[in-house]
């Protein structure tokens, strides 16, 4: 082997070898869909919606030939770190501002009920007062029976108020009884009548 070959190699598999399997994946910006990267700001504009997304540091965000492609600035943990962040944050926006993202919680219990006026969430979970919650800017609301659909084209801010939503009257392992979401599912815990009962 020449000097410096095993230099070579190891330099080779920094740059290629750790390469984020998500990161290296160029979005296609979908029809409709405008995009404009500055300075640390990138701007997605779509039907549904107008989002802004801050630049991780350490990665770089290009727009080209109707795809928009991320880089790493170095080969640090980091740099590898944020760019596979980076490019799912953006392909999360992209498809945001064409089509919404949604969360579906049911709502369990005699009594509890949700309904949506103008801005507000009102919600009648067993307490001495309804619950009033301010709906954010860009997040919408349907209740149909005991179901609340939450959806907005930023994905990461409706799941933030589905389980803000959520952590008002969490599900009990007993009856069931709270809010949770429509695909989770709950361990249910015997009450002390019935393990006594099933322990004689």
Same mark, same amino acid.
């Given at each position: ?11 080779? *598999? ?11 994946? $160029? ?18 504009? =779509? ?8 630049? @991780? $540091? ?7 030939? =109707? ?16 760019? &596979?962040?980076?490019?799912?944050? @953006? ?7 064409? =089509? ?25 979970? &067993? ?5 009033? *919650?301010? %709906? $954010?800017?860009? %997040? ?7 179901? @609340?659909?939450? *959806? ?20 009990? $392992?007993?009856?069931?009884?709270? %809010? ?10 015997? &009450?002390?009548?019935?393990? =006594?009962?099933?322990?004689?």
């Amino acid at each position: 082997m020449k000097p410096g070959a095993k230099k070579s190699a190891e330099s080779c *598999f920094l740059k290629f070898g750790n390469m984020s399997k998500i990161g290296k994946q $160029p979005i296609k910006i979908e029809s409709g869909v405008s995009v404009k990267a500055v300075d640390d700001v990138v701007t997605i504009v =779509g039907k549904n919606a107008s989002l802004e997304v801050r630049v @991780l $540091p350490w990665v770089e965000v290009k727009e080209a030939d =109707g795809e928009i492609i991320v880089s790493p600035l170095s080969q640090n943990k980091q740099a590898r770190s944020n760019w &596979g962040t980076m490019r799912a944050l @953006l392909q999360n926006a992209v498809s945001g501002v064409s =089509g919404d993202f949604s969360k579906e919680l049911i709502i369990e219990g005699v009594g509890y009920r949700a309904e949506v006026s103008g801005k507000t969430l009102n919600l009648n979970l &067993g307490y001495s007062h309804p619950i009033k *919650f301010d %709906i $954010p800017d860009g %997040i919408k609301m349907e209740v149909a029976k005991n179901t @609340l659909k939450i *959806f907005g084209a930023d994905k990461s801010l409706v799941g933030q108020v589905a389980a803000k939503i959520r952590s008002f009257r969490k599900p009990e $392992p007993y009856n069931g009884k709270g %809010i949770r979401y429509n695909n989770e599912v709950i361990r249910r815990k015997a &009450g002390k009548k019935a393990a =006594g009962s099933a322990a004689k």
